[in-house]
């Protein structure tokens, strides 16, 4: 559809943005429904971060997507804070509401937690190892906590990290026994109560792809999923070594249509079409 005076535009705020895929998927999605919306990529110095978020609402649009390294940035900026948004301390989404008010969301988290669903993964009651403890962890230990995991056990680099990590989404959810792992033999002790293994780290991503965060020495089990958030490559060596021993494997590119087709509907109040989203992001 032809850009017109009566298009509604959503973008997303970054910096740099040039290599972003969700223009294409929500170009996409917007193209197979009809729909006379664009979504443009918004470069944003940090010194620019207020005078971008308050533009999103001034400029008419509906809404914008928030990545690297604004998504903590924006947050003083803005109206109201999901409960995602708050617990988990960074804003992936804005949504301009009918009366002009400016919600932060995280769709990162229900993201996870829809890719979970549609590969039938059940996290209630099921015990969960992480490794990582940045932003993504946040959103995945959130997504645990609020999907019912009976346990979730965090290793990461810096243990510090794990340790406020930790710290801090086990008061959200008390049911969910949350701990930080700190030394790798009990990993290899323990490796084999988990049913779900999750890579929040960024090791095995591109141009880094022989590394990983398992030990190799340790093998997993077909009753075990393993899931990697990391999307480039699409199998990374974590999943690899995974798939070698029996187990389950998931990469990371549906919990990245996932969030950006929750933040479409946010926006639009349409459902999205997640097969259009996802072929627009493998292309
Ligand atoms: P952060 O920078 O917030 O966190 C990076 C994490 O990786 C930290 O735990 C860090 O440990 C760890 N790490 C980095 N390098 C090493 C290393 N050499 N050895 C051990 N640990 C390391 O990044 P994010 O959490 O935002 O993103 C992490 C990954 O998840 C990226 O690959 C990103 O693309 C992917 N992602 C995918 C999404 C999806 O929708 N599929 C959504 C969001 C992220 P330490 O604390 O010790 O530095």
Redesign the pocket.
Known sequence: MAINGKTTVVGILGNPVGHSRSPAMHNAAFAALDMNWVYVPLPVQPRHVEDAVKAVRALGMRGANVT?PHKQAVMPFLDTLTDAAQVIGAVNTIIVEPDGKLVGDNT?AA??AADLKAHSVEVAGKQVFV?????????VLYALGREGASGVTVY???VN??LELVNDLQKPFPSTRMRVCNDRTNLVNDAHHYSLIVN??????TP?ID?T?WDETVTMHAHQTAYD????PARTRFLGYAESCGARTIG?????VH?GALAFEKWTGVQPPIEVMQTALAS
């Open positions: 690297v990162d993201g996870f490794f990582g403890a940045g932003g993504s962890a946040r959103a990461n680099r810096s990290r794990a929040t780290t960024s090791l095995g991503m880094d590394s965060p958030l990391v999307y480039n990371g590119i549906g919990m990245l969030q």
